[in-house]
């Protein structure tokens, strides 16, 4: 028996500020990402600690640029259909459909633009899985706004949606509303374009930009399907298990409230309602979110079709987080607990396959809906040669371990699966620490962490691999 579907959905996925570059092309206006700089303020910035809304002389800042695909969409495509991909997830930059955000009406270069990609994409029978906004908010609407935290931002979202909806029926099927919806707890700046004046209350704030996202949400979900019956909608989460740290019923409890805050936007999105741990936490925290009546019943009448998620580890959780998360600051935007069982990359990040089936079995045993990996990868240094070929064969192991929890989470445990986008498929923007020498990718771009190099494009190992694995369907792993 075949333990995936005959239609499931292999590709990669990418990220417009991560990949895309062309910043002042096509009049495409500037966004929250373009200014978070590589090196040691790109932490302060993101999480929005460190007010910075354009660009200046000390910084390299990666995401302009990027890999260019702008220019190099074709080529990449065509790479992607040399492996197989049934699908390819990226994202619509914002501010190249409305280059302020507030516009009354689209930049028509935005949108033609996107529409090539798409049509490029269906000449080789790749289906488009388009992310609304992927840690993407156009800079005017952070200064003239504050971004999420003001409720008139979800009518230019609104907007947005409107525009691409009705421009691409019929080229995109597949949708997700805000990617890893609950990075705007841990990474404000870039989830939301949020920012932090002193004396705020932070929590308050980013609640605040999270109940407008998820109005949104339901409101994208609402237009999608009304302009075309068989848009698909998903939300997607960072996931990612909590785990007990120790067997003490403090920390199996700790766990689980690490739990429900990382189910927090999905319990709404997947049930129409807020939970009730969450408004416990309002009352508790004097957290004073400011929730309309109509926004209740959009929530409730307008839920996701699908689940997706990004996996890349699993966390720990204790009682007394700080004494164990001790010398794990680098990098830990998350904030939580390495686990000592697991080996971890070269970032620091554990390595745990069976936690993919594990997250995928708590996730379907919570909603019962389908659901779709959407990132899932190695960040590695790659050494390659003067052709350019990698000998990577760790991504490979990495890889062919995490899809064999999710055969087994399919075949044994039943769980209902759409597809699995590999994060990354070609090297691009790490958009954690800005680097280029965190490579994810199939294909090797020549560029380095301060944009040198030619771009040149070159197949690793791993290419070949993996186009072995779709063509099979998943059975020929090794």
């Known amino acids: 028996m075949m333990p995936f579907r005959e239609d499931f959905l292999w590709g990669g996925a990418t990220a417009a500020n991560q990949c895309e570059g062309g910043f002042n092309k096509g009049g ?31 910084h390299f800042y990666p995401s302009k640029d990027a890999i260019e695909m702008y220019s190099h969409y074709k080529e990449d495509i065509k790479l ?22 507030d516009e009354d009406k689209p930049n028509e270069e935005g949108l033609k633009f996107y529409e090539d990609v798409f049509k490029e994409c269906l000449k080789y029978n790749i289906k ?37 909806f009705n421009r691409y029926k019929g080229l995109v099927e597949y949708w997700l509303t805000f990617n890893e919806i609950n990075m705007i707890l841990h990474a404000p ?55 007990p740290y120790s067997s003490k019923p403090e920390d199996v409890l700790a766990a689980q409230q690490k739990n429900d805050e990382m189910y927090f936007f999905v319990d709404i999105q997947a049930r129409g309602k807020y939970p009730n741990y969450a408004l416990k936490k309002f009352e508790r925290e004097n957290l004073n979110i400011k929730i309309e009546k109509e926004d209740l019943e959009l929530l409730k009448k307008y839920t996701v079709d699908f689940i997706s998620f990004s996996y890349y580890s699993t966390r720990c959780a204790a009682a007394d987080m700080g004494k164990h998360a001790k010398g794990n600051e680098k990098d830990n935007i998350m904030k939580d607990i390495k686990n000592p069982e697991l080996k971890q990359t070269d970032w620091g ?130």
């Open 28 to 58: 495409r206006g500037l966004a929250n990402v373009d200014v978070a700089p590589y090196g040691k303020d790109r932490l302060a910035v993101i999480t929005g600690k460190m007010k910075m809304f354009d660009f200046d002389k000390e």
């Open 80 to 101: 992607f259909a040399e492996m197989g991909f049934k699908v390819y997830r990226m994202s619509i930059a914002w501010s190249r459909i409305f280059p302020k955000g």
């Open 128 to 164: 488009p899985l388009v992310t609304i906004t992927h840690f993407d908010c156009p800079m005017h609407l952070i200064k003239e706004y504050g971004g999420w935290k003001n409720r008139k931002v979800i009518k230019f979202y609104e907007n947005l949606c409107h525009a691409i």
């Open 189 to 243: 700046f870039m989830g939301a374009g949020l920012y932090f004046e002193e004396g705020e209350n932070e929590e308050e704030i980013k609640y605040q930009a999270s109940h407008h996202e998820l109005v949104a949400s339901a409101i994208a979900t609402k237009i999608a399907h009304e302009v075309d019956k068989n848009n698909k909608v998903g939300c997607m989460l960072a996931a990612g298990i909590y785990y």
């Open 349 to 478: 990040w554990t390595v745990d396959p069976l936690g993919l089936r594990i997250t995928l079995n708590d996730i379907y045993d919570r909603y019962q809906k389908p659901m779709f990996i959407v990132e899932n990868g190695l960040g590695a240094y790659d050494k390659v040669d003067k052709n350019g070929y990698v000998e990577d064969d760790y991504r490979i192991d990495y890889l062919r371990e995490h899809i064999k929890n999710m055969k087994d989470a399919v075949e044994i445990d039943g769980v209902d699966l759409l597809g699995f986008t590999t994060w990354g498929p070609i090297d691009l923007v790490s958009a954690g620490t800005g680097e280029m020498t965190k490579r994810y990718g199939f294909i090797y771009v020549d560029r380095d962490d301060f944009g040198n190099g030619t771009l040149k494009r070159s197949r690793k190992k791993s290419f070949y691999w993996y186009k072995k694995v779709i063509e099979s369907n998943g059975e020929d792993l090794e």
